[in-house]
């Protein structure tokens, strides 16, 4: 199982970070901005605009025994995340 986490804000980094303390693999996918929030983890940060949110650059893919995290601090753009991203997923558990 891999974990991604998509978004923006000190919940998104806080998240990544402390899942990846717990041994998961973690793929962050944030503003480029949130590269220093990750530097010296076990994080990997994929840059990415987040108002593109697409999946098929992200390595390893993404598969149905995966688990995606949407943490964004305004409810609108989780909205706007999710209408890119559920398309995507390929069955992944999806969670806001």
Do not use: W
């Not at 598969?63 to 069955?91: K, M, S, Y």
């Amino acid at each position: 199982m891999n974990v991604l986490t998509i978004g923006e804000g000190e919940r998104f980094v806080n998240l990544s970070r402390e899942i990846a303390r717990k041994g998961e693999a973690v793929t962050a996918i944030g503003r480029p901005a949130t590269v220093d929030d990750f530097r010296r983890t076990k994080v990997k940060l994929v840059a990415h605009d987040l108002a593109k949110c697409d999946l098929e650059k992200v390595e390893p893919p993404i598969r149905n025994t995966d688990v995606v995290f949407v943490v964004h601090e305004q409810e609108d753009a989780i909205r706007a995340i999710l209408d890119r991203l559920l398309p995507q997923v390929n069955g992944a558990a999806v969670y806001t």
